[in-house]
Every structure is written in structure tokens, then in C-alpha cells.
């Protein structure tokens, strides 16, 4: 009978206490709905504040632009427009045109273009005051506006990298990039659109919203460096600066029909160059000029390769730009290739390949084919491996305060399963889909210190093997195809693999640029009706349906040397230009 009474006695206890827990558990439910609520109307915030300001900054501008078309009547916009950088920046240090003329010509038109393609993300109206004491006449870019990149840092203005978290972090200085430009006389006046996060070759964010191809609305301009891609494709820049870790500065070069050249890392300086995050090793970014022309990036080159930039930033080697290699005329032995073996090009990538032999060869350059060992592998492994080699930690962390923008959506889900769970995923699709199962185990990382080491030796043997490939062959140069043409909406995220005609280049630290070469024609959208793709996998089927509908968009190739030898890579990419200009008389 006691028994029973002390049972009595505690079960309305136990009621108690499961009431409290159930209370305890629903109070704590509700405060975390609660704080995901408020962290959610703080993001709409931070993002409305900055489409406020870069609404406030286009407001400026346009008043700025009437204030002066009305006080300067006469000024020639369409004639200024038409200049190449080098026909402008000698008629500015002649004195016949004033950098008052030229920017607010080009600033008008920068507002013209950004209406239709949404690719600028602030007016920097900083440049306003910079232009009335502008005065190094002796600057290479004495006078010349110049558009940068978002990520690339500007005093008091921010990087947001199309991710919220970096919103309302304004740069404390100029980069040193930035830096250099003003010494030689540049104005950069203006800001353009990346992709979220920087990690995709499209350019939409949930900030600013999704950028378009100046030739096709319809379609892409490329990324990360888009906004610059759209902006100087659509006339709105004469030069830009943009950056470039897996082709985001020769993809949307290639897509909007402009040059576009990624340097050797280390030439020029990174410092105030942001990415969304740190510490990533195996493939490493680079800053490079995109413009109409390659004799514009040359001058670009000329230009920061300074002693203004090695005394700002001690850590590059102190290497002037190599006029007389720029301008050497000596004849060529050039590598190509039409195919790498894992992803098969569109019928106007291999065409624009086997048009520019043709007339190299007919120019007296030796053409000889050149293939990169281990495509597919060495994507995988070393590249996508070492980009998420901490299992894509960093990148999940930085997006987690910001809505995902439909453009990454597929290509991000993976990087937000557990490890264990895209281990398991990729082993249960190798025999389905090889290539999938291979990015999955990518993503996993390296899973230690030890394997990092370990993967750090693999990409260093993998660039001396190929470096001993092209001294074999004796090539100065390689001739090869990017990717292109310009994708329908929401493809880039699903065609990573193509990136092999890029990625690679960032892996070895080859210097690359692309030049636009011809357009797309009837004929090669016929051809693409029948394309398969080496796989015939979903990958394939899917790149096929990206480049669908293309007829008349800009096609381009592919010009690479080794590192260290950017001006040869110039040189080559400028007797390109050339042949094709006097291909077309």
C-alpha cells in the first residue's frame, strides 16, 4: 500500500513536468521562428537600403549627365563612343578632347546601357570630384573611365559579392588595383553586377538582380564578371576591370563578344581584390582588363605594370610590361585542339578553332596538335576538390544569411547535405551518371590537413607534367575553345563541367585570353540538333539545350601561352584579331 500511495504522489508530477517540457519545447520552437522571422525582414532591409543607394547613385548621374549636356552643347558623344582606347587616350593628352567630354559621354551611355541590362551595381559618385582634379597628362590613361568589377574594392563603397553578410561593409581604401588606375590618370566611375557568392558563371544575385546579354535579351552575358562583360559589350565602358578564377572573365568576354585576358596570378595585385572567402589555395583568383579590343588590354597591362603598383604592393615580382615581346612579329608554333576529350564542344566552338588555324596557318604559323592530360580527372580531383576542399563549409556559411538566387540553386543544394549523406549519394550514382557522382565526391573536400598537403602535391605535379607536355611539343602558344555561345537562363548551374575549357588554365597558372572570332550561324544551330556530347549523359543534354537558340550571338577561342609570358599570350591574341579583321575584307 505505501507502494501505491508514492505512486500516487508522483504521477501528477510526472504530468507537471511533461507540461513544462511541452511548454519549454513550444516557447523555444517559437523563439526560433521568431528569430528566423527578424533575420529575415533584416536581410529585405539590408537589400532594400542597397537598391536604395545604388537608385540614389543612378539619380546623381542622370542629373550630373543633363547639367552638363546642357552646359556643353557641342560635345560629340557618338564620335567619342566610337574611339578605340588607343584613338581616345591620344586625343585626351593631345588636349582635343577633355576628360570632362569623355566621361560624362560614356556616363551617359553607362546609364543607357544599365537600363536595358541591369549590370551596373553603383554609380560611383566619388568620380565626379575626382574628374575636376584629374591631371597626370602622363598617365598612360590620362582622362579615360574606367568600370570595375563589384568585388573589387573602392574607398567607402562595398564588395558585396552578391551576398548579403557583405552588404553595409564599405572598403576602408581603395584597392591597390584602384590605386594604380587613378595614378595613370583612370577614372573608375562606376560598379557592375556579379553572380552570388561569385561562384557561378551567370550574373544574378538577390540583390541586384539578374543581368543580360547585350546581343540577346533572352540570354546570359556570363559571369562572374558580367556586369562588366554586359556593360562594355553594350558600350557603356571603353575598358574594365574584372577578375577571374575558373573563366569569369573569359567566359562573359566570350558571351558578349569583347576581348577579356586573365593574367599569370602574381602579376598583378590581389590586395583590396575580394572574394567571398579566404584561405582557398589550389586554384587561385586573378584581376585582368576586359575591353573591345586587345590592343586596349595591352595598354591596360602597360599601364598597372607600374612602379606605382610594386611599390604599393611589394609582393609582385617587379616585371614592366614586355613592349617588344608584345610587338614581336616572329612567326609562331602554335598547339590546338578542337575537343578535350570530356565534354564535347558546341558546333561553333569547334568551328571558330578550326576558321583561326586556317588562317594562322595561311600567315606562316606552325600548327601542331596539343591535348591537356587527364581532363576530366584533374577537374574533379584538383579544381573542384580543392575549391570545396573543406567540404564547401566557407561557402554554405557565407550564404546562409541570404535568400538562394534561382541562377545557383542546383549547383548549391549539394554544398548543404551532410558530407556523409554526398558520399553515399555519389556512390549510389556512379554506375547511373558517372560525371555527377564525380562532382558529389568533389564537394566532399579532402577531409584532413594531411590530404590537403597531399592534394597541393597533386596540382603541383600536375602543372610541371604539363608544362613538360608543352615543351615536348615545342609550342609557343595554344590555340583552344571557350565556352560559348551565350546560355538560355538558369543553365550555367548546370553545366559545370564545361568549365574544363577554362578551369584548367586557373589550375596551372597559364596565362589566357579570349578574343571573339565570328557568330553563330544557321548552319551551326542545324549541326546542334544532332549533337550527343562524349557522355550522352544528363550533363550533355543539358549544355545542348543551353546553347539552343543562337543564331548571330558572338563567338570566340581561346589563346594561352605559360606562365610569366602575358605579353606573348597578347601578341598571339592580337595577330587573332588581326587575320580575322583581314579575313572579312
Not at 51 to 71: F, P
Not at 95 to 121: A, I, Q, R
Not at 315 to 330: A, D, E, G, I, M
Not at 381 to 410: C, H, N, W
Request: glycine share 8%.
Amino acid at each position: 500500500m505505501g507502494f501505491e500511495r508514492l505512486l500516487q504522489q508522483v504521477e501528477p508530477h510526472y504530468g507537471t513536468a511533461a507540461l513544462v517540457t511541452g511548454a519549454a519545447c513550444g516557447v523555444g520552437a517559437l523563439i526560433l521562428l521568431l528569430q528566423k522571422f527578424n533575420n529575415h525582414q533584416k536581410t529585405k532591409e539590408k537589400i532594400r537600403r542597397a537598391r536604395a543607394r545604388r537608385e540614389e547613385s543612378l539619380q546623381r548621374a542622370e542629373q550630373a549627365v543633363l547639367q552638363y549636356k546642357d552646359s556643353h552643347p557641342m560635345t560629340d558623344s557618338a564620335l567619342i563612343l566610337t574611339l578605340s582606347l588607343s584613338e581616345l587616350t591620344k586625343q585626351l593628352q593631345e588636349g582635343s578632347l577633355s576628360p570632362e567630354d569623355v566621361f560624362y559621354s560614356y556616363l551617359e551611355k553607362t546609364l543607357d546601357v544599365n537600363k536595358k541590362l541591369n549590370c551596373c551595381t553603383e554609380i560611383l559618385v566619388d568620380s565626379f570630384d575626382q574628374l575636376k582634379t584629374v591631371s597626370n597628362k602622363k598617365g598612360l590613361l590620362f582622362g579615360v573611365p574606367v568600370s570595375i568589377k563589384d568585388n573589387i574594392a573602392y574607398k567607402n563603397h562595398d564588395s558585396s559579392c552578391g551576398v548579403v553578410c557583405n552588404l553595409e561593409l564599405p572598403a576602408e581604401k581603395d584597392s591597390v588595383l584602384v590605386e594604380v588606375l587613378k595614378r595613370q590618370g583612370a577614372i573608375p566611375f562606376v560598379k557592375t553586377n556579379v553572380p552570388q557568392g561569385l561562384m557561378n558563371y551567370d550574373c544574378s544575385n538577390p540583390i541586384y538582380g539578374q543581368t543580360l546579354n547585350p546581343h540577346n535579351l533572352k540570354k546570359t552575358p556570363g559571369g562572374s564578371s558580367g556586369g562588366e562583360g554586359a556593360l562594355i559589350g553594350g558600350g557603356g565602358s571603353v575598358l574594365g576591370l574584372g577578375t577571374d578564377i575558373g573563366g569569369s572573365i573569359r567566359i562573359p568576354s566570350s558571351f558578349c563578344g569583347i576581348c577579356g585576358f586573365k593574367p599569370t596570378v602574381g602579376r598583378l595585385s590581389s590586395q583590396g581584390v575580394n572574394g567571398l572567402y579566404g584561405g582557398q589555395k589550389s586554384v587561385l583568383a586573378t584581376s585582368g582588363p576586359m575591353a573591345r579590343d586587345v590592343e586596349s588590354l595591352a595598354l591596360c597591362m602597360q599601364a598597372l605594370l607600374s612602379d606605382d603598383m610594386f611599390n604599393l604592393d611589394p609582393t609582385l615580382p617587379p616585371l614592366p610590361f614586355n613592349v617588344q615581346t608584345y610587338h614581336s612579329s616572329k612567326p609562331l608554333r602554335i598547339g590546338y585542339l578542337e575537343n578535350d576529350g570530356f565534354c564535347q564542344p558546341s558546333p561553333s566552338m569547334a568551328r571558330a578553332v578550326r576558321e583561326v588555324k586556317a588562317l594562322l596557318e595561311q600567315a606562316g604559323h606552325t600548327l601542331v596538335p596539343f591535348s591537356l592530360k587527364n581532363v576530366g580527372q584533374s577537374f574533379y580531383e584538383l579544381v573542384m576538390r580543392g575549391v570545396a576542399a573543406d567540404g564547401a563549409y566557407s561557402f554554405a556559411q557565407k550564404m546562409k544569411t541570404s535568400p538562394l538566387d534561382p541562377s545557383i540553386r542546383p549547383q548549391s543544394v549539394p554544398m548543404y547535405l551532410p558530407v556523409w549523406l554526398r558520399r553515399t549519394l555519389s556512390f549510389l550514382l556512379k554506375p547511373l551518371s558517372p560525371r555527377t557522382s564525380a562532382m558529389l565526391s568533389a564537394f566532399c573536400g579532402v577531409g584532413s590537413v594531411a590530404n590537403l598537403w597531399k592534394q597541393h602535391v597533386a596540382v603541383e605535379d600536375y602543372i610541371n607534367e604539363s608544362i613538360e607536355d608543352w615543351r615536348r611539343s615545342n609550342i609557343d602558344v595554344l590555340l583552344y575553345p571557350v565556352i560559348g555561345p551565350a546560355y538560355n537562363f538558369f543553365y550555367c548551374c548546370k553545366n559545370t563541367q564545361l568549365c574544363t575549357y577554362t578551369m584548367l588554365f586557373n589550375l596551372l597558372n597559364f596565362p589566357a585570353g579570349v578574343v571573339p572570332v565570328s557568330t553563330v550561324t544557321a548552319e551551326d544551330e542545324e549541326e546542334l540538333k544532332h549533337y550527343k556530347g562524349i557522355y550522352q549523359d544528363v550533363w550533355d543534354k543539358s549544355f545542348k539545350q543551353a546553347v539552343t537558340g543562337a543564331e548571330g550571338l558572338p563567338v570566340a577561342v581561346h589563346c594561352v601561352a605559360l606562365p610569366w609570358q602575358d605579353e606573348l599570350c597578347l601578341r598571339f591574341m592580337k595577330e587573332v584579331e588581326q587575320l580575322v579583321k583581314q579575313s572579312r575584307k
